[in-house]
T-cell receptor, first 117, second 113 residues
Framework: GAVVSQHPSWVICKSGTSVKIECRSL??????MFWYRQFPKQSLMLMAT?????????EQGVEKDKFLINHASLTLSTLTVTSAHPEDSSFYIC?????????????FGPGTRLTVL | AQSVTQLDSQVPVFEEAPVELRCNYS??????LFWYVQYPNQGLQLLLK??????LVKGINGFEAEFNKSQTSFHLRKPSVHISDTAEYFC???????????FGTGTRLKVLA
């Protein structure tokens, strides 16, 4: 099946620093990638949708200047949390969509746990 | 607006007993339906999906779900659970004409020895 990887799997950083998370589709070309945030014991919240070669579309309430998303190729998307603060600590999950019509499922990465001290 | 409701936030069940995790949705258009499982500190793994055709869908690990259009439900069932089934289960829909998931709030299944 389609495999999506994320790196790193966990990261601890100091407040005020920036952190980059990579999401890669390993065996397929992802026309669209998605970034989710998950708080403890809660569901996934979609943060943004990115299409290769174009600007990401952010969901309402998500700060685009804080969460920078780049989808430079059909197999790689990155999420950079800029000037991270403790409230940014969370589990970040990416997913990728292979293409096709509506209803095409997304394949999820294993997630990245970010802890900001 | 579309929504997905998982009424049970937590379901304890003894090992080898059957289990049903409930999922209801609300949508003005047709939907595609999914069940995912999430183990601690991991991403989501697809259990099964309904796109069209037979309303009874069989998935991995012995799970199955039935799409009931009149009741707008997609309940997940397993006839005999194992300790290893302990995890968080998410129901999700993709409304026709879109590609974004709408997730339920999740049900934590705890299988007891």
């Amino acid at each position: 099946g389609a495999v999506v990887s994320q790196h790193p799997s966990w990261v601890i950083c100091k407040s005020g620093t920036s952190v980059k998370i990579e999401c890669r589709s390993l065996d397929f070309q992802a026309t669209t990638m998605f970034w989710y945030r998950q708080f403890p014991k809660q569901s996934l919240m979609l943060m943004a949708t990115s299409n290769e070669g174009s600007k990401a579309t952010y969901e309402q309430g998500v700060e685009k200047d804080k969460f920078l998303i780049n989808h430079a190729s059909l197999t790689l998307s990155t999420l950079t949390v800029t000037s991270a603060h403790p409230e940014d600590s969370s589990f970040y999950i990416c997913s990728a969509r292979e293409g096709g019509g509506a209803g095409h499922e997304q394949f999820f990465g294993p997630g990245t746990r970010l802890t900001v001290l | 607006a579309q929504s997905v409701t998982q009424l049970d936030s937590q379901v304890p069940v003894f090992e080898e007993a059957p289990v049903e995790l409930r999922c209801n949705y609300s949508s003005s258009v047709s939907v595609y339906l999914f069940w995912y499982v999430q183990y601690p500190n991991q991403g989501l793994q697809l259990l099964l999906k309904y796109l069209s055709g037979s309303t009874l869908v069989k998935g991995i690990n012995g799970f199955e779900a039935e799409f009931n259009k009149s009741q707008t439900s997609f309940h997940l069932r397993k006839p005999s659970v194992h300790i290893s089934d302990t995890a968080e289960y998410f129901c999700a829909v993709i409304p026709s004409g879109t590609y974004k998931y709408i997730f339920g709030t999740g049900t934590r299944l705890k299988v007891l020895a």
